[in-house]
């Protein structure tokens, strides 16, 4: 039997009235703030999130402020149809997918600048004004919802730390969880973007991964976090792909490490394959660099 679609609004009005009438049933929301193209690393947020409120809001929107004017926002990927389609079948409450112009009204003129994690010299170096985009859209999400909730993939790892920070920054009543990153067999994070690749980049695209595990690996066993990612940004570089950065930092600021025995430490990467730019982290395990007697 084919599930019931979920009820989709576009309007800030709507999704409020929504919201405020669960609310007023003493109900609890989630949002998973999305762009769409749904695979499986999102639908795994949907199920996280509702596991921990009554209601599930899923927004989809293509935000055009956190695309640089070389970037894929004309190609990204969109399918709303199908997008609905996988969210009936989790049965999702409520989706929102505002226009452009309702996002972004005509006269528009405000930013939610960010900096601590928007500032670590990883994404930012290469994506300039990306946090900011990503900043104010879901600022304006969380406002126009108003969740108790919401979700944000590790797998865009320094996105959510910016948006952890932005919500306490701004006193937002929300809780912010991170969802774990929903990988391919071979170890590839989901993507949207991964349809970009073609077959013979896909095959490669899972040595970012394991390029990360290998550099984890000698971090945990006692080795030079510094010199892991260099060894990491070789093996990659080798295998054809070209490394925008690969980097260990604090996992809770994303500043540089400054005492690699103590501080949990996150593992980043950001590399292309052809035209396609692939992102990835994973966490140096604590318990084993204790017992490597680190
Ligand atoms: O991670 C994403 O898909 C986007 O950056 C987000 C959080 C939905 C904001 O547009």
């Given at each position: 039997?084919?599930?019931?679609?979920?009820?989709?609004?576009?309007?800030?009005?709507?999704?409020?009235?929504?919201?405020?009438?669960?609310?007023?049933?003493?109900?609890?929301?989630?949002?998973?703030?999305?762009?769409?193209?749904?695979?499986?690393?999102?639908?795994?947020?949907?199920?996280?999130?509702?596991?921990?409120?009554?209601?599930?809001?899923?927004?989809?929107?293509?935000?055009?402020?956190?695309?640089?004017?070389?970037?894929?926002?004309?190609?990204?990927?969109?399918?709303?149809?199908?997008?609905?389609?996988?969210?009936?079948?989790?049965?999702?409450?409520?989706?929102?997918?505002?226009?452009?112009?309702?996002?972004?009204?005509?006269?528009?003129?405000?930013?939610?600048?960010?900096?601590?994690?928007?500032?670590?010299?990883?994404?930012?170096?290469?994506?300039?004004?990306?946090?900011?985009?990503?900043?104010?859209?879901?600022?304006?999400?969380?406002?126009?919802?108003?969740?108790?909730?919401?979700?944000?993939?590790?797998?865009?790892?320094?996105?959510?730390?910016?948006?952890?920070?932005?919500?306490?920054?701004?006193?937002?009543?929300?809780?912010?969880?991170?969802?774990?990153?929903?990988?391919?067999?071979?170890?590839?994070?989901?993507?949207?973007?991964?349809?970009?690749?073609?077959?013979?980049?896909?095959?490669?695209?899972?040595?970012?991964?394991?390029?990360?595990?290998?550099?984890?690996?000698?971090?945990?066993?006692?080795?030079?976090?510094?010199?892991?990612?260099?060894?990491?940004?070789?093996?990659l570089?080798?295998?054809g792909f070209r490394v925008?950065?690969?980097?260990?930092?604090?996992?809770?600021?994303?500043?540089?490490?400054?005492?690699?025995?103590?501080?949990?430490?996150?593992?980043?990467?950001?590399a292309?394959?052809?035209?396609?730019?692939?992102?990835?982290?994973?966490?140096?395990?604590?318990?084993?660099?204790?017992?490597?007697?680190?």
């Amino acid at each position: 039997m084919k599930a019931a679609l979920p009820k989709i609004v576009r309007r800030i009005n709507a999704l409020r009235t929504q919201v405020a009438a669960w609310r007023a049933s003493g109900e609890t929301v989630a949002l998973v703030p999305t762009m769409g193209a749904l695979h499986d690393g999102h639908l795994a947020l949907v199920e996280e999130v509702q596991k921990r409120a009554g209601r599930v809001v899923v927004s989809i929107f293509v935000n055009p402020a956190q695309f640089g004017p070389n970037e894929d926002l004309a190609r990204y990927p969109r399918d709303e149809r199908g997008d609905t389609a996988k969210l009936a079948r989790l049965g999702t409450d409520l989706v929102y997918a505002p226009s452009p112009a309702e996002i972004y009204p005509t006269g528009f003129a405000s930013k939610v600048l960010v900096n601590g994690p928007a500032k670590a010299g990883l994404e930012d170096k290469y994506r300039p004004d990306h946090f900011a985009g990503v900043a104010t859209v879901v600022a304006k999400l969380l406002i126009q919802c108003q969740p108790d909730i919401a979700i944000f993939g590790e797998k865009d790892y320094q996105q959510l730390m910016v948006i952890r920070r932005m919500a306490i920054d701004l006193d937002l009543p929300v809780r912010i969880v991170g969802g774990a990153t929903r990988r391919e067999k071979d170890g590839l994070a989901m993507s949207s973007r991964n349809i970009y690749l073609a077959a013979s980049e896909r095959a490669t695209a899972p040595l970012l991964n394991a390029a990360l595990h290998e550099a984890g690996g000698r971090i945990a066993e006692g080795g030079d976090p510094a010199k892991a990612a260099a060894a990491a940004r070789r093996a990659l570089t080798r295998a054809g792909f070209r490394v925008d950065y690969v980097a260990a930092r604090n996992a809770d600021t994303l500043a540089a490490l400054t005492a690699p025995r103590e501080e949990p430490i996150r593992l980043l990467a950001a590399a292309w394959l052809g035209r396609t730019r692939l992102i990835d982290n994973i966490a140096v395990k604590k318990a084993s660099r204790k017992k490597a007697g680190a």
